[in-house]
């Protein structure tokens, strides 16, 4: 098969890629950096011509609302058309689980835009939703420091290692078209407050953790069910325990 990967150059698409051509298969990085640009239109219908699947992965550079809005919208608007055009017969999209709930947030509503475009798209489909990855634990963290402090919400959380998440992009678009959505997630729920304490022990960190039943994840109120997935999610077999191990060998 020839599948076009649509952010192919950044940390899942140019796994994507790698494991798609152990598998025998043409696969082509499409980003800004290979000539190929979603927002301007630029190589989208040379990249497409021939293909028989794409595969999503490009994120917005922003994560301020408008402009992730504008980037989703703009991006999957310009791509569905240019894959229509191309006859692709597959389309598989990576988006964020909770996406249909945490929309206080602007980033997911923009997400579930870009979702709502792929649906009412003639091309077949398959949306695999994802929980966090396991490196985000940085992000969560720096996002609730105060002074020594990191205040984060105790809500519970399943993160998943992004290696879990290539394979079953891969597996997903070697299979006929879902029309569907389906979920990935780890293989274990955790209290984020406990998640950012396991990673801060593995680094030797000494920060103290304050665990905040009410607290808000980047500005939105949340609670166990605004970012775990539903019943039938795929499970990742990386664990916790397994992802820090190698996190801090490679450190």
């Not at 790698?18 to 190589?43: D, F, M, R, Y």
């Not at 290696?163 to 569907?180: F, G, M, T, Y």
């Amino acid at each position: 098969m020839k599948i076009v990967v649509v952010g192919g150059t950044g940390l899942i698409g140019s796994k994507v890629v790698s494991g798609l051509k152990a598998l025998g298969h043409e696969a082509i990085a499409a980003s800004p950096n290979t000539g190929v640009n979603t927002i301007t239109g630029e190589g989208l219908a040379e990249v497409l011509a021939g293909a028989d699947a794409v595969i999503d992965v490009a994120n917005s550079p922003s994560f301020e609302a408008d402009a992730a809005l504008d980037f989703f919208r703009t991006s999957g608007t310009n791509l569905l058309a240019a894959e229509k055009a191309a006859g692709v017969a597959h389309h598989v999209a990576l988006s964020v689980v909770g996406t249909d709930r945490l929309q206080s947030s602007g980033y997911f509503r923009a997400k579930l835009a870009q979702e709502e475009l792929i649906k009412a798209s003639s091309v077949p489909w398959t949306i695999l939703r994802s929980t966090q990855f396991f490196p985000f634990v940085a992000g969560i963290i720096q996002s609730g420091s105060v002074g020594d402090e990191i205040h984060l919400s105790s809500a519970l959380v399943q993160p998943v290692a992004a290696e879990d998440v290539v394979d079953a992009l891969i597996q997903l678009v070697l299979a006929a078209p879902l029309n569907d959505t389906v979920e990935i997630a780890g293989p274990e729920a955790i209290r984020m407050d406990a998640f950012a304490q396991h990673y801060l022990s593995a680094q030797e960190d000494r920060r103290k953790i304050v665990a905040e039943p009410g607290g808000l994840y980047f500005g939105s109120p949340i609670d166990d069910r605004s970012l775990t997935p539903g019943p039938g999610a795929r499970l990742g077999a990386t664990t916790l325990s397994d992802w820090l191990r190698s996190a801090i060998t490679a450190d």
